[in-house]
């Protein structure tokens, strides 16, 4: 019975070796890949943080409703709509420029007697680039969306 029990035994013994090893050698592959994925994402995250972070840091001025300078206001997007240029140096005063192609609206910027449009191209929430264009569409029906807009860091100033 003896001898019955050590077969049995070394069988099995065979079977948790064989899966012992197998366990072995698939579980730290497993984990490299699993901890490879981590690292992946965790420099993701620390690059994305950062950069939503300094949308605000890196602006250089703010569009705000006209007359809020002191205690910046959002403002709405239609055409006629007046909106300020508040850079840390000066105020600029402008009103807004509303065109559509369908249902795409395209917003500008003009400042006060002066012939140049910027267009507000998006860049982050709450963040816009101006970027001089002509403007393309026709005049907005009804003087545009209405959209009410909060305060928008603007990331790229031009000379005014």
Partial sequence: MRQVFRQRGAAHDEAA???HNRVQVNFPQETKKV???LIATCVLLAALC???AT???ESCATLVGAGHSESPQGFQ???GEPVDFVSATKTVHGKLLVFSNGDMFRVYWQPDDRPQKYVLANADTNAVRL???APQGSPA???GPGVTMPPQHVLSCPAL
Avoid: I, T
């Fill in 17 to 19: 070796r064989h899966l």
């Fill in 35 to 37: 901890k490879n994925r």
């Fill in 50 to 52: 950062p950069a939503l």
């Fill in 55 to 57: 949308a605000a840091d």
């Fill in 77 to 79: 997007l239609r055409d």
């Fill in 131 to 133: 970027v001089e264009s």
């Fill in 141 to 143: 029906p009804n003087g």
